[in-house]
């Protein structure tokens, strides 16, 4: 039994016709078993981040107002798929939302300001993939495509590390296993779907967690790794992994094929494609993944597989903008690198801050960090008891991979250059 996994995020699913659109590409692939996972609605995640934001504040007009913003967008497409208003898609959806409203209700109890952002950021947001999940599979029934709803949360098993969980492989791997197996072994009929959703899991109080923004690709992976299979399916609204943003340079072209190794390193630099962390299980697995385009199912899309390294000649362009640039010097004049470096990165660590790109002199330290405002200005401050500390926000950080020297003009040309790192085929700049 070959077990085919898809995933979509959330533009393939922002509209009625979107969700019309995926269910026909399922129905294309309807003769093998498939397990498919889908993030939130459109731009749900964002919308219910300002729903916790709103909670968190206590600011209880604003707080409603979010929550029927999120609510009335749900229902709005919901009435473009199901025309007749007794279908049971509209009860479990008024629950889950009714759910949600009792929990942002008990907003009360922290008048005393005690709250666990991290935790409450979970039990809040991770209500989108519910909430789209509930749509997609009552959507594919009715259309008369089999599929059973898993909740993810069952599956997925993680550690309390709220907001950025880590996977418990060993129980993880076993209960998709048992469960999802399971499903298929005993629906050996053409065309059953297994459907879940990206993003959550849960810890073992059975609090829900979620594994890091844009972590459904992440979750595919989880479940192509445990169930082995040969290989998963990304799609996506470009037609595969291109060498820079289509909408930042015109003449930008997909590319066929990469290695594990070059998704990995492009991930991480930033290319908004892939999930950093959904490359190493497939990896592991020996699972080849596949970037497609739901806009046009028919183009090849890019291949990333195990393949010894690909010669690249065109470079790779990933921008990752508002970037804030953070100097840290000793104050005794101490060398930063013997003596504080260590220091420095727990401090990173404990505020949960990546480090894009570094360098450092005698004494003193820069870094380059997306600028989460949450984070930041608490991380400045807390360096600015023992360091002196200066930093300069709104910047932009280019990598190109496999650069030569018209890729770097063109990124540079007429810009103030802040810090500049070369190693044999990546190039990085700071841009102000
Ligand atoms: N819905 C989540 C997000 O927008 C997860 C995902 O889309 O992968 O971050
Ligand atoms: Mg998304």
């Known amino acids: 039994m070959q077990i085919q996994i898809f995933k979509f995020g959330g533009a393939s699913i922002n509209s009625a016709d979107r969700i019309k659109n995926v269910t026909g590409i399922l129905t ?3 003769h093998s078993p498939l397990l498919v996972v889908v993030s939130a609605l459109g731009k749900t ?10 909670f968190l504040q206590q600011d209880p007009i604003a707080l409603i107002e979010s929550f029927i913003k999120v609510r009335d967008a749900h229902f709005e497409i919901m009435e473009a798929l199901f025309s007749d208003k007794r279908h049971p898609v509209y009860g479990q959806v008024d629950s889950l939302f009714n759910q949600l409203r009792g929990y942002i209700r008990k907003g009360h109890l922290y008048s005393n300001g005690i709250t666990d952002r991290d935790f409450e950021y979970d039990q809040i947001v991770s209500f989108g993939e519910l909430f789209s ?4 599979h009552h959507y594919l029934v009715e259309q008369g495509i089999p599929c059973r709803f898993f909740d993810a949360r069952d599956l997925i098993k993680t550690d309390t590390s709220y907001r950025d969980a880590r996977v418990d492989w060993t129980l993880t791997g076993e209960s998709i ?3 999802i197996k399971g499903y298929f072994q005993g629906n050996l009929q053409a065309g059953s779907i297994a459907l879940t959703q990206g993003f959550i899991g849960s810890d073992a109080n059975g609090n829900t967690t979620t594994l890091g923004r844009e972590g459904s690709d992440f979750s595919a992976a989880i479940f192509a790794w445990s169930l082995q299979v040969k290989e998963m399916t990304i799609w996506k609204d470009v037609p595969g992994v291109m060498n820079a943003d289509p909408k930042l340079m015109g003449d930008a072209v997909t590319l066929e ?4 190794r070059e998704a990995i390193e492009l991930a991480y630099y930033g290319a908004s494609v892939i999930h950093p962390k959904t490359i190493k299980p497939l990896e592991n697995a020996n699972i080849i993944l596949r970037v497609r385009s739901f806009l046009d199912p028919h183009l090849p899309g890019t291949t990333i597989q195990n393949i010894r390294e690909w010669l690249i000649s065109t470079p790779i362009y990933i921008l990752k903008s508002n970037q804030v640039l953070i100097s840290v010097t000793s104050r005794d004049f101490s060398f930063i690198l013997e003596e504080n470096l260590s220091e420095i990165f727990r401090i990173l ?7 894009n790109i570094m360098h450092n002199s005698a004494i003193s330290f820069s870094f380059c960090v997306d600028n989460d405002p949450h984070k930041i200005l608490s991380l400045i401050s807390y360096l600015q008891k023992d360091y002196e500390t200066r930093y300069n ?3 932009e950080l280019y990598t190109i991979r496999h650069y030569n020297d018209d890729a770097v003009n063109r990124v540079t040309w007429g810009k103030k250059v802040l810090m500049e790192l070369r190693s044999r085929n990546t190039w990085q700049v700071v841009l102000g």
């Open 28 to 30: 294309s692939y309807a």
């Open 45 to 54: 995640t964002n919308a219910l981040e300002t729903v916790l934001e709103n």
């Open 133 to 136: 999940t509930a749509i997609v």
């Open 177 to 179: 296993r048992n469960n």
């Open 257 to 260: 094929t990469l290695s594990y």
């Open 349 to 355: 660590s404990s505020f949960r801050v990546k480090v």
């Open 393 to 395: 926000q709104g910047l």
